[in-house]
């Protein structure tokens, strides 16, 4: 029996048309013409502190009714009005952000940036453009794959270059599996390198123990959706009183900065017509996690009374002991 010549074999498995050389999948270059191609771009900016760059997928994740809508809405207005929140950083310009509200109806959303009595609506800037889904559209293409395209289109005319999703269980009703999570996590980072996009996606987190520290383990479908954000933190609850902290947990444009010993520490408040998580410093989660003693309790209370006989306003003891205002003042009125 004659040997089969090698390369005859491999001709024969191989079409005889040539590959076209246009719009290849693959592109390939040294990596040092990818340096210095990419030292042409610009440096990305801060969007939100060291918590969001420009041009990442983000995810911003919370159990619910812990206040990540109310924190997303303050980052799609403060970007759009080109004014920082508290001292999270804003280095970025000015700029139109689209915000899909998957959550709240448009009756909700009015109560939450108007006054009490609904006489005094919050101004908004007219480069924040929030989207409904509509429910009357009528189409032959599968609920997800139309809700893609209609997302493509609204950045096509906005050319808009900041995206936020509220919130991806929406987009994809299961995200606890790879194989659920995988097409959603592809199609966001399309979309964000297609149009150099700054995507941040809110999620959920299963039922936890809000006694344990934030892990990205606790985001919905972790184990997928990781490996494809650029950065990723939480809204925590306290244990023992309503105070929420925020929990940097994954980053790849800057250092750690808010890490389980240095969280930023936050309350939901609503002064007039604009519901907002308002930041009061910062904390280590150990201790918001920690259940107080007796001992620990009694001695706060003494020290707020300390601080009232000093007329130190409740807002400033708040500040100084690390807890929420209105606990300021229940603890001084207890007996």
């Given amino acids: ?38 030292k042409k771009k610009p440096t990305p900016k801060m969007l939100c502190g060291e918590l969001w760059f420009e041009g990442e997928l ?23 009005r080109g004014e920082p929140i508290g001292s999270f950083k804003l280095q970025a310009s000015k700029q139109k952000v689209l915000y899909l509200d998957c959550e709240l109806t448009d009756k909700q959303f009015q109560r939450r940036y108007t006054n009490d009595d609904e006489t005094d609506d919050y101004p908004f800037d007219d480069n924040f453009k929030r989207i409904e889904i509509n429910p009357n559209t009528i189409t032959d293409m599968d609920f997800e794959t139309a809700v893609y395209q ?24 299961g995200t606890e599996t790879a194989k659920d999570a995988l097409p959603l996590m592809k199609t966001l980072k399309m979309l964000k390198t297609k149009y150099a996009l ?28 990781a490996n494809f954000i650029d950065s990723c933190f939480a809204i925590g609850k306290s244990a023992t009183d309503d105070l929420r902290y925020i ?52 001695e706060l209370i003494t020290n707020i009374k300390k601080l009232r006989s000093e007329n130190v306003t409740y807002r400033n003891i708040a500040e100084q002991l690390g807890i929420t205002k209105s606990k300021a003042e229940r603890l001084d009125k207890k007996e």
């Fill in 198 to 225: 700054s995507i941040m996606a809110l999620a959920h987190t299963p039922k936890r123990d809000a006694t344990n520290p934030l892990t990205i383990n606790d985001l919905q479908g972790s184990s997928m959706i």
């Fill in 1 to 38: 029996m004659e040997a089969t010549n090698i390369h005859e074999t491999i001709e024969g498995a191989v079409p005889s048309t040539p590959l076209p050389e246009y719009n290849d999948l693959l592109i390939m270059k040294s990596a040092n013409e990818w340096i210095q191609e990419a």
């Fill in 150 to 173: 209609a997302i493509e289109r609204k950045i096509i005319e906005t050319n808009a270059k900041v995206l936020i999703i509220d919130n991806l269980t929406f987009l994809k009703s």
């Fill in 247 to 298: 929990k940097q947990l994954k980053q790849r444009s800057c250092e750690h900065v808010y890490h389980a010993d240095n969280v930023v520490i936050a309350e939901i408040s609503k002064p007039s017509n604009f519901l907002q998580l308002e930041f009061i410093g910062h904390g280590e989660e150990s201790k918001l996690l920690k259940l107080p003693s007796e001992k620990d309790k009694d």
């Fill in 58 to 80: 983000c995810i911003l994740f919370a159990s619910t009714n812990i206040g990540k809508s109310i924190l997303a809405v303050q980052i799609a207005d403060s970007i759009s």
